[in-house]
């Protein structure tokens, strides 16, 4: 692939991942402005709550819906209506005068989230040259870091002037880039093939591959990966999809019960119990620590492969959920923590999100993107993302809950646990994706090769 390509290839990957950025300031949000939002709206403790919840339980529905949206009108214009929506209720949001409306701009903001959230890593393994897909792909969720840190630190800046509607008022600003550039973007090309315009397809790929051989070879892939094709449902009679299905929803259970999302949340609220003098500056650590160590994920994904990263952050994830865990016991049977002691707990926590952010923030999106044969990929994502949505409101809804019944050491450990489940999971069953095509990826799921096999070479 010669320069000029692989730049466009690059600035249409970026345009896509924006819908990343979107994500992660919607979800970061909440975190700030929930205090003058109750205040606005005289809300009690259990309406607070509904405010996430509703975002969260939007991005499922839009998450569901998607798979077909995307199949019907294509990746691109559906991208564009997530960005549309972005805009135009997030405008709403502003503007609106009862907790009621408010609620209702939410959800259809969660819709858009969980539209994007399929979309974006679905357009962007489409339209990767295989070399660099992985890091392409880990490209968005690099946009979802940034937009939680982005938002940490406008909450954090905008907090003096108590009004949530200011807050809001600043994801105006990436919305729009949004609009604008989806408007801009090529179709997905595997898409084009899928819907029987190959001559589009050509043009395309054309335009973001080196030289025809490369362009005729990955349509002739594409077309190849096409023959008996059956629609997702369908395919679920197939034990291959469904295997393949069952690991993709396992993966992102995996992602969400490492208890990632447990500090996204309530960040502030763990170092503030753990006696740390300002959480606000410490969440603003998180947010930087989680962006920057994604970029390190970005350079090594696809030179060391997804496994041994796995392999690397979980076994960090689940020493620091130990250690992190005995200091709150030690807290909980009467110890006062000392500065030794919190400083190592900050540590700990800080290692927590460097080791989610290396291995199963990025590369669950990633596996996701690329394990499901092309008839099914939409519904796999689908089924996948919508998992995403439904862990990641159960880890919203219930940590609190936790901290309270099990303790924040108990709550600890219970993600250590999954962590360690995680291991046997990428052991046995999950597959090595790095230098494989999407097609041979799929031959083998078809060969009826062993999950852990599926990403051997076929020539
Ligand atoms: C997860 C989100 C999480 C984010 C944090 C993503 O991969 O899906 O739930 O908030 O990483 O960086």
């Known amino acids: 692939m010669n320069k000029t390509n692989n730049t466009l290839v690059i600035k249409v990957c970026f345009i896509a991942a924006l819908a990343g950025l979107l994500f992660g300031l919607d979800i970061a949000y909440v975190n700030g402005a929930l205090e003058f939002i109750a205040r606005d709206f005289n809300l009690t403790e259990d309406q607070s709550q509904q405010i996430a919840g509703v975002l969260l339980t ?15 009108f294509g990746r691109k214009k559906i991208l564009v209506l997530a960005a549309l929506i972005f805009t135009i209720f997030t405008l709403a949001g502003i503007l609106s005068h009862n907790i009621n409306a408010f609620l209702v701009t939410r959800f259809i903001l969660g819709l858009a989230i969980g539209i994007a959230s399929f979309v974006a890593p679905l357009y962007l393994s489409e339209i990767a040259p295989y070399k660099i897909r992985g890091g392409l792909i880990a490209m968005y969720q690099l946009m979802i870091t940034i937009g ?34 989806t408007l801009t973007l090529p179709e997905s090309p595997r898409w084009l093939v899928l ?9 395309v790929l054309t335009k973001i591959r080196g030289t025809k051989a490369e362009v005729d070879f990955e349509i ?26 069952l690991l993709g929803v396992l993966l992102q259970g995996l992602q969400q019960f490492s208890g990632m999302n447990a500090f996204m949340y309530y ?8 006696g740390v003098n300002n959480p606000a500056v410490a969440t603003m650590i998180v947010g930087l620590v989680n962006v920057l160590t994604t970029f390190l994920a970005i350079k090594y994904v696809d030179k060391l492969g997804r496994k041994p990263i796995l392999y690397f952050g979980l076994m960090l994830l689940i020493a620091s959920c130990a250690v992190s865990g005995y200091i709150f016991h030690l807290q909980s049977t009467g110890v006062i923590l000392n ?15 460097f080791a989610f952010a290396i291995s199963l923030g990025p590369i669950v999106w990633i596996l996701c993107a690329e394990i499901y044969p092309l008839e099914g990929r939409d519904f796999g994502i689908t089924v ?4 995403n949505w439904i862990f990641n409101a159960i880890i919203g809804s219930y940590t609190l809950t936790w901290f309270k019944n099990l303790g924040v050491s108990g709550t600890f450990w219970l993600f250590g646990g999954a962590c360690i489940l995680g291991v046997i999971l990428v052991n046995r069953f999950t597959p ?28």
Not at 195 to 203: C, I, L, T, Y
Not at 267 to 274: D, L, Q
Not at 437 to 455: M, P, Q, S, V
Request: proline residues 1%; aromatic residues 8%.
């Open 58 to 72: 939007g991005a499922a529905v839009g998450a569901l819906c998607s798979g077909w949206l995307s199949r019907i």
């Open 148 to 181: 939680i840190l982005l938002m940490f630190v406008s909450n954090a800046s905008l907090h003096s002037t108590g009004s949530w509607r200011i807050m809001l008022a600043v994801l105006l600003i990436p919305s729009a880039i949004m609009l604008i550039g």
């Open 195 to 203: 819907v029987g315009r190959g001559k589009d397809a050509e043009n």
């Open 220 to 245: 002739s892939e594409i077309k190849e990966s096409l023959v008996g094709a059956k629609s997702g449902f369908k395919l679920l009679s197939h034990p291959y999809f469904l295997k393949v299905l």
């Open 267 to 274: 960040s502030s609220k763990i170092f503030m119990e753990a």
């Open 339 to 353: 500065a030794t002691l919190q400083y190592t707990l900050l540590c700990f926590c800080l290692l927590f999100i």
């Open 384 to 387: 996948s993302t919508m998992a």
């Open 432 to 459: 090595e994706t790095k230098d494989v095509t999407l097609e041979e990826l799929e031959f083998n799921l078809k060969a009826n090769k062993k999950l852990r096999d599926l990403g051997e070479r076929t020539n």
